[in-house]
């Protein structure tokens, strides 16, 4: 089945670490996102791509970065971990050129920050 | 700017009971809703989008206009229910979602 993936599924970093957080699609769409989700805050978007050359800011950028280093492949990256970028974190995926724009999520990853 | 509001963080109710979790929006043109779910330890999912006029699962969702409202109903709750449910605009131009909150359905046996 075609599918999002993300890995890794879980990771425990110490402030000031850099990390990279992976997402790779077999779906073969165009737009990739990032999502962070928090308790009582929801879903924000932190980054999205339309392709791999358009890479675009969202709601909460600051502090991460991405790459599209594919049309499969887009990762996110945080320079220097701090405790309150602890959440759960969303890779997800839509085809727009076939004019439907359901997202399609991964499993997440659980990311701490001690 | 596009908004969507779930004034719910939380809804508890007791199996066979009735159920609407309810989502505001605010966009002035002409918008796309979606609701998608998550289940415990799962990915979200989408459960329906208004353009379909579908219903899944025993849920349903209407778009009033006129209240900017796109409220998500079942007639009768199952256990299997209980969920986070999210509310998903996607506005014009673009077609980046905006999502709600988020409300925490409970169906107690």
């Not at chain 1, 999002?4 to 670490?17: D, E, M």
Request: with cysteine; hydrophobic share 30%.
């Amino acid at each position: 089945d075609a599918d999002v993936t993300q890995t890794p599924r879980n990771r425990i970093t110490k402030t000031g670490k850099r990390i990279m957080l992976e997402c790779s699609q077999t779906k073969g769409h165009d737009r990739m996102y990032w999502y962070r989700q928090d308790p009582g805050l929801g879903l924000r978007l932190i980054y999205y791509s339309f392709d791999v050359k358009d890479i675009n800011k969202g709601e909460i950028s600051d502090g991460y970065s991405v790459s599209r280093q594919a049309q499969a492949k887009f990762s996110l990256s945080l320079e220097s971990a701090i405790p309150n970028q602890t959440a759960l974190y969303f890779c997800a995926t839509s085809d727009t050129r076939q004019g439907a724009y359901e997202q399609y999520f991964g499993p997440g990853t659980r990311l701490t920050v001690t | 700017a596009q908004r969507v509001t779930q004034p719910e963080k939380l809804l508890s109710v007791f199996k066979g009971a009735p159920v609407e979790l309810k989502c505001n929006y605010s966009y002035s043109g002409s918008p796309e809703l979606f609701w998608y779910v998550q289940y415990s330890r799962q990915r979200l999912q989408l459960l329906l989008r208004h353009i379909s006029r579908e219903s899944i699962k025993g849920f349903t969702a209407d778009l009033n206009k006129g209240e900017t409202s796109f409220h998500l109903k079942k007639p009768f709750a199952q256990e299997e229910d209980s969920a986070m449910y999210y509310c998903a605009l996607l506005s014009g131009g673009s077609y980046i979602p905006t999502f709600g909150r988020g409300t925490s359905l409970i169906v107690h046996p």
